[in-house]
């Protein structure tokens, strides 16, 4: 099995691990967006001269962007059946 066929097979559990911490930083960087943007908009002029702020702010839309793969990734809890869903498809239509 190839590694690319290893990622695609490979799913995180929404309760343990990784997940749960990944879900903290993403809450994180969500709270340090709701202070930075608008700050970002009503005084322009004091961000524009930091170029630290544009990477902070270009790494934290990656790192969301990473956060879609992920979610995409997790196994979910079906509330009816209370099984652990892998399938791919219905992980998709669950996080859409």
């Not at 490979?10 to 809450?27: A, C, E, M, S």
């Not at 979610?71 to 859409?96: G, H, L, M, Q």
């Amino acid at each position: 099995m190839s590694i690319s066929q290893r990622i695609l097979k490979f799913k995180f559990h929404p309760n343990q691990g990784f997940k749960l911490y990944w879900d903290l930083f993403v809450i994180f960087l969500s709270i340090y967006n709701s202070f930075v943007i608008p700050l970002q908009f009503s005084i322009p002029d004091s961000f524009t001269d930091k170029p630290i702020v544009s990477v902070v702010d270009v790494i934290i839309d990656y790192l969301f962007a990473l956060d879609i793969f992920i979610n995409f990734r997790t196994i979910y809890i079906d509330p009816k059946s209370e099984e652990a869903i892998r399938d791919t498809k219905k992980i998709c239509i669950n996080y859409f």
